[in-house]
């Protein structure tokens, strides 16, 4: 299968103590074979580059990923310094992700990655783990129990003599071996779907418009969302509200408000809770990644972020 659209950004990085070391960051996104339907978000690979020939090794970047499904991220160069929470991995070529509800602060230096999404279904699938006991978890997938299947996989996307083709036909041979049946593969559909296109004040109505029981609810989204429903309905509006802002800079948060938030107190309670910082304080950093990427996954992929991808849409 042939790539979907290559997207090419440049971008400037404050040096440590310096003047702007200029990277180029190439984003190029990759659609899954349809038998996925619904498990991913999409197959992608990242390139981050330095466009001068000055060896600045202490310069790397620095941004902060919201909160999002879980992710296997395979990176060949510089290795990340990752934290969710207490969690924190340095270095590891193989980056595993589970769903997450807080930030996860990075800093990378030049590097060339591949990444696979997870959507909920994706998780119940290819992942030996409940989500829940993944929650706001990143690690080195080469150890970590929960992403074996996937070990190994980074001799192929790491090799410089292997063409993007090469790589992506892995990653597709990867899940063809790793994928499973999933339990209420249905419901987890149905939930996932209601949750992005849905408009529910309380988890009760969620619960009503999925045709299951409060109980049948909760047990699906924690084995397979990460979290509690009522968890999962305030993470979907803050994403909503937090993708508008990033895609209308410069703007104002409360432009970007979702309609759903009673006052701009709530939204800030909320905005605290899942990013660890005030919405002032995280518009006056600079997102020198995650702004360009979520503009060329919005133009290209039509959904600025993880959290905003239907089911019906993904893969």
């Known amino acids: 299968m042939s790539a979907r659209m290559g997207e090419e950004r440049h971008i400037a990085v404050p040096g440590v103590r310096s003047a702007p070391a200029p990277y180029r960051l190439t984003a190029e996104f990759r659609e899954p074979p349809a038998r996925f339907e619904g498990c991913f978000t999409t197959f992608y690979h990242l390139t981050l580059e330095r466009t001068d020939d000055i060896a600045a090794p202490a310069e790397r970047v620095t941004d902060y990923l919201q909160p999002e499904w879980g992710n296997i991220r395979f990176f060949c160069g510089e290795g990340p310094s990752a934290a969710i929470g207490g969690h924190r991995v340095d270095g590891a070529r193989f980056v595993g992700t589970g769903p997450s509800s807080l930030p996860c602060r990075f800093d990378l230096g030049p590097v060339r990655m591949w990444g696979v999404g997870f959507l909920p279904l994706g998780w119940a699938r290819f992942i030996d783990a409940e989500a829940s006991d993944c929650a706001n978890l990143v690690c080195d997938g080469a150890v970590h129990p929960a992403f074996a299947r996937f070990r190994g996989l980074d001799k192929v996307l790491c090799d410089p003599e292997a063409s993007h083709e090469d790589q992506f036909a892995a990653i597709v041979a990867a899940m063809d071996a790793a994928m499973r049946p999933a339990r209420d593969d249905a419901r987890i559909r ?6 992005v296109e849905g408009e529910h004040e309380t ?38 509200s937090l993708t508008s802002f990033m895609l209308q800079r410069p703007g104002r948060w409360t432009e970007a408000m979702d309609a ?27 997102h020198p990644i995650l702004t360009s990427f979520m503009e060329a996954r919005a133009r290209i992929w039509k959904s600025a972020a993880q959290t905003l991808d239907p089911p019906s849409d993904a893969g």
């Open 203 to 240: 988890v009760t109505d969620l619960a009503d418009a999925c045709a299951m029981s409060i109980r049948t609810l909760e047990r699906i989204c924690q084995r397979s969302f990460g979290f509690a429903p009522k968890l999962l309905m305030r993470r979907q509006r803050f994403m909503r």
């Open 260 to 286: 759903m938030y009673h006052d701009q107190a709530q939204f800030t309670r909320e905005f605290r809770e899942f990013m660890t910082m005030n919405p002032s304080e995280y518009a006056a950093l600079d």
């Open 190 to 195: 149905r939930i996932h779907s209601e949750l």
